[in-house]
């Protein structure tokens, strides 16, 4: 895929309690953290022109986010392999409400390889999940790394195996990892190896 150098590619380590939206009227938003130059590329630019985020995260979660200028790129990342994207996983780290013990620990990894069965959420119905796999730090902090990316997800993971997130932070998008050295709020360019290792 051929990238243009006359579009933007930005990586951001999102904070919780911003929204990918860009306007909210009970929410700042991320292009708030952005620079003024950048942030009239949202609302003003031309269709095909403007600067959007690939993909979102809700207002509670934090992490890795992209945003782009380039719509073909947009999609070759957000879409499935079945309707010609990069079929990306995404990882996360959720804090979770009940500690849990070692059999326990087995027994969501093993729930979670098989396919859950999400609870309904808001506009959302039960959905069957694909497998998810789990990947346990602690015995209350997990790895989470999902194929696809249905509303609230992760947080619906752990309330279908009787649990709640408290946190949760994107940590990766296929081989792309949040960068260690990007602090929350903060934003850069993307690197030609971090688009590379995306597509």
Known sequence: MELSKKEIYLIMNKPAGYVCSA?????????????EELRGLVQGAKRGQRLHT???LD??????????TDGHFSHKIAASKEI????????????LKKILSQKEMEEYIKK?????L???EKKFPEQKAKPALLTFLTD??????????????????F????NEVLTLERISIGKLTLPPDLQAGQWRNMTEEEIKALI
């Open 23 to 35: 306007v909210s009227d009970s929410h700042k938003t991320v292009y708030d953290l952005l620079s």
């Open 159 to 162: 309330r279908a195996l009787g």
């Open 59 to 68: 207002c509670d979660t934090s992490g890795l986010l992209l945003f782009t």
């Open 84 to 95: 010609g994207g990069c079929g990306l996983t995404k990882s996360y780290l959720a804090e």
């Open 118 to 120: 999400l609870p309904a």
């Open 54 to 56: 690939i993909g979102r």
């Open 140 to 157: 209350s902090l997990c790895k989470v790394t999902v194929q696809e990316g249905k509303f609230h997800e992760v947080r619906r993971i």
């Open 112 to 116: 979670a390889h098989e396919g859950l």
